[in-house]
């Protein structure tokens, strides 16, 4: 089982244009996460989906839209690229299906996004 | 709103040696995660605490629960560089979502 992979691993983008990141797991999992890592501020979360069909905001949405493709994808975009999104995303996914269940994550490699 | 903070940012030190890292959170919640990230690679998943005093334990680490007192540890016996990484832990609160905190790089020293 590849896990979770994400493509592209890297990315540079100039002020202004568009792409999308693109994330897949194999583990059969509900619930995609897409995350942002800066130096110091741990992860934090942009956009999550429960299930195929939902998505719902995290802490930090602005200027990311997202698409729940099927229950093996989860891709992020952002529309309008800026250098305040220069960062690493991960994309997560997890057997979380409820209260009754806990929430372990699994993390893809990665893509480090540079925005000039 | 949840917060969650790890303490110390930074770990410097000596092999052999045993230490702590402490994950405190504001709010009441009995599901703990702790990650583990070399550099510039993912988060690999170390130890899922699921209730008040859950302790856990691989090779040099174990990691404990305490919902009362909102605290998780990470205790590190017997320290080898091949520990030296990025330690996170992660609260679960909300039910489909975790909150990181800021991350405590450990670095061994021979």
């Known amino acids: 089982n590849a896990g979770v992979t994400q493509t592209p691993k890297f990315q540079v983008l100039k002020t202004g244009q568009s792409m999308t990141l693109q994330c897949a797991q194999d583990?059969?999992?509900?619930?995609m996460y897409w995350y942002r890592q800066d130096p110091g501020m741990g992860l934090r979360l942009i956009y999550y989906s429960a299930s195929e069909g939902t998505t719902d905001k995290g802490e930090v949405p602005n200027g990311y839209n997202v698409s729940r493709l099927n229950k093996r994808e989860f891709s992020l975009r952002l529309e309008s690229a800026a250098p305040s999104q220069t960062s690493v995303y991960f994309c997560?996914?997890?057997?979380?299906?409820?209260?009754?269940?806990?929430?372990?994550?699994?993390f893809g490699p990665g893509t480090r996004l540079t925005v000039l | 709103e949840l917060k969650v903070e790890q303490n110390p940012l930074f770990l410097s030190m000596q092999e052999g040696k045993n230490y702590t890292i402490y994950c405190n959170y504001s709010t009441t919640s009995d599901r703990l995660y702790w990650y583990r990230q070399d550099p510039g690679k993912s988060l690999e998943s170390l130890f899922v605490l699921l209730s008040n005093g859950a302790v856990k334990q691989e090779g040099r680490l174990m990691a404990s629960l305490d919902t009362k007192a909102r605290l998780s540890t990470l205790h590190i016996t017997a320290a080898v560089h091949d520990l030296s990484a990025t330690y996170f832990c992660a609260v679960d609160a909300y039910g489909n979502k975790l909150v990181f905190g800021a991350g405590t790089i450990l670095r061994v020293k021979s």
């Open positions: 997560a996914s997890s057997a979380y299906m409820g209260d009754s269940s806990y929430n372990e994550q699994f």
């Open positions: 583990m059969n999992h509900n619930s």
